[in-house]
């Protein structure tokens, strides 16, 4: 069965410092990856995926992701965090039997 | 824009009363899931189908909880008696197989 860590429940970074979020997922066979975001009283919108192909993957928003095979890593990365990127983060992963798993989130909070 | 449609967005009901919360998938997708959403246990998935059958129903407590898809325009998840340790948000997603999940904006339950 396939499984997601978040490194971090919580995540303080300044407007226009990067942002990094760390994802580790175990499975059994080769994974679909997925970070969703989540807005208070909204359910979770889809940030970027990857299924096959190039590892570095980007998402919306100025996010992107690299799969790193030999880490079973997919952390998420954004250059310079703005204001609105304050919410809570889930990385997700996806086997073939088509069962989603969520890791626990982690929240960014991000300062003027 | 298609979207996932739950009802209701809101519920507050006395612990020993059945709930019934229902989703509305977009139209085509075949795979339909339920999470629970908690502080303390994050996103946990409950029950998924796909083709309207059940294929996991693991995470759903059997003794009072039931998820069932009566056509293909309607999945439902009942409470029967509800408990105050039910209190959660309650998602559901659609997707096609193997794509990424759309989220409705949940059902924010208090059991009290």
């Known amino acids: 069965a396939q499984s997601v860590t978040q490194l971090g429940s919580h995540v303080s970074v300044s407007e226009g410092a990067l942002v990094l979020l760390r994802c580790n997922y175990s499975s059994s066979v080769p994974p679909y990856l997925f970070w969703y975001v989540q807005y208070p009283n909204q359910g979770l919108q889809l940030l970027l995926k990857?299924?096959?192909?190039?590892?570095l993957v980007k998402g919306i928003n100025g996010f992107e992701a690299e799969f790193k095979k030999s880490e079973t890593s997919f952390h998420l990365t954004k250059p310079s965090a703005h204001m609105s990127d304050a919410a809570e983060y889930f990385c997700?992963?996806?086997?073939?039997?088509?069962?989603?798993?969520f890791g626990a989130g982690t929240r960014l909070t991000v300062k003027p | 824009d298609a979207r996932v449609t739950q009802t209701p967005r809101h519920k507050v009901t006395e612990m020993g009363q059945e709930v019934t919360m229902r989703c509305q998938p977009i139209l085509g997708h075949n795979t339909v899931f339920w999470y629970r959403q908690t502080m303390m246990q994050g996103l946990e998935l409950l029950a998924y189908f796909r083709n309207r059958a059940p294929l996991d129903d693991s995470g759903m407590p059997k003794d009072r909880f039931s998820a069932e898809m009566p056509d293909a325009t309607l999945a439902t998840l009942k409470i029967q008696p509800s408990e105050p340790r039910d209190s959660a948000v309650y998602f559901c997603a659609s997707a096609l197989e193997n794509s990424p999940l759309h989220f409705g904006n949940g059902t924010r339950l208090t059991v009290t």
């Open positions: 990857y299924t096959t192909g190039a590892t």
């Open positions: 997700a992963v996806r086997s073939n039997n088509n069962d989603m798993r």
